[in-house]
């Protein structure tokens, strides 16, 4: 890469109200389970998402209680895997005063600051931010949305008056309605499957039928192997018998000379002197010349 510029293009500009869909999108995405989940918290002993706590939890000072807190609300497991997360940076990072990463833990969202922030401060992992100044990097950090969100009870009902409702406008965001779902119902199998739907379509195309090429068994071992059983086996072991050193071509040379011994023994026995074939034979011809 080239050195570093100062005209480069660091930033891209966004429309308003793409940023504030996108706020809306990753609170509405931190209510649901599966999201959460699916990110990595550990949400399995917390009674409900989202997670709405009293006002009194903003009046905490004190880390100590702070933890107490957390871990009464169901976040012990949470915390934990963000401790057990750190691990040193990949890279020259960790010679630029950021040595160490860890995951994200919940994030608090308070209405007002009457100590909340000093005592969340130095818990690992967790952040505390107003519901009046939400931050798409925190709420969905990385661009992955789905972060365990705890509200209190004064920040949660406010998020009415900052973003409306799906049938009413922003009070304090001129011009602002909530993004409309583009279907009704989202269960697009339901929908596919339905016999509205099915009866208006086309019957299923049935593909072509198709045959197997003919394979040569001359040519196909597989084939000549089907049509005749045994015949890959028999031509394995007679190429055997011709390779020096194996038990076939030793069983073959041993049967070849036993035949050569009992076919000279033969001819010993049955063909000597003038009992011999060619002997028989001239003898007819010699009778008949006599005459």
């Known amino acids: 890469y080239n050195p570093t510029t100062v005209w480069r293009r660091w930033h891209r500009r966004v429309n308003v109200t793409q940023k504030r869909h996108a706020v809306a999108t990753a609170l509405a995405a931190s209510s649901l389970p599966p999201l959460v989940m699916a990110r990595g918290h550990r949400i399995g002993e917390v009674a409900e998402l989202p997670l709405v706590v009293s006002d009194g939890l903003e009046s905490v000072t004190k880390t100590k209680e702070a933890v107490e807190a957390l871990n ?10 963000v401790l057990d997360s750190k691990k040193i940076r990949a890279g020259q990072g ?3 005063n950021r040595r160490y990463r860890m995951r994200c833990g919940p ?4 209405n007002e600051d009457n100590g909340i922030t000093r005592a969340m401060r130095n818990i690992p992992g967790v952040e505390a931010t107003c519901v009046d100044n939400l931050n ?24 009415t008056e900052i973003y409306g409702t799906s049938a009413e406008a922003a009070p304090l965001k001129k011009g602002y309605h909530m993004p409309r779902a583009a279907m009704e119902n989202a269960d697009l199998a339901r929908i596919i499957n339905s016999t509205e739907v099915q009866s208006v379509l086309k019957p299923k195309l049935e593909a072509p039928k198709t045959h197997e090429p003919k394979r040569n068994a001359l040519k196909n ?6 049509l005749n059983p045994g015949a890959l086996k028999r031509k394995a072991a007679l190429q055997k018998s011709s390779e020096k ?20 023994e033969h001819n010993k026995k049955h063909k000597k002197g003038d009992e011999t074939f060619y002997k028989t034979l001239m003898k007819a011809f010699e009778a008949k010349a006599a005459e």
């Not at 009464?72 to 895997?81: I, V």
């Not at 050193?245 to 000279?264: H, I, L, N, P």
């Open 72 to 81: 009464k609300l169901g976040c012990g497991q949470d915390l934990q895997k």
């Open 221 to 226: 071992k597989e084939v000549m192997d089907s």
């Open 94 to 96: 960790k010679a630029r």
């Open 136 to 159: 798409l990097l925190r709420l969905a950090p990385g661009g992955h949305f789905g972060r365990f969100l705890i509200f209190t009870e004064s920040a949660f009902k406010k998020l």
């Open 107 to 110: 994030l608090i969202i308070y």
């Open 245 to 264: 050193g194996t038990t076939e071509f030793k069983e073959v040379r041993d049967k070849k000379k036993a035949r050569q011994a009992e076919s000279k």
